[in-house]
């Protein structure tokens, strides 16, 4: 079963952040709390963290889309 990759919080005012870099390409094996993903904002540069151990997925978003706090960016 898939799991959905979620942007996490980013701080207090931050709404939205750029997808930086992909760290992880679909068909990789990933553990858990390993970092998939980079998002950039104005004010921090953060790794998205695996939900869980398993296989990448499919990216839902492209280097340099915006994505907004909770969006699904990956399976």
């Known amino acids: 079963m898939a799991t959905e990759v979620l ?3 980013l701080g207090e005012s931050i709404t939205e ?3 930086g870099e992909w760290l992880k390409q ?3 094996a ?3 709390d390993e970092p998939i993903a980079s998002l950039e904002t104005d004010k921090v540069s953060v790794e998205v963290p695996s939900p869980v151990a398993g296989v990448m997925g499919a990216h839902a978003v492209a280097v340099g889309d915006t994505v907004q706090v909770g969006a ?3 399976t």
Do not use: K
Request: hydrophobic share 60%.
């Open 7 to 9: 942007v996490p919080t």
């Open 17 to 19: 952040a750029t997808l």
């Open 26 to 28: 679909p068909g990789d």
């Open 30 to 32: 990933v553990a858990a």
């Open 72 to 74: 699904m960016i990956a």
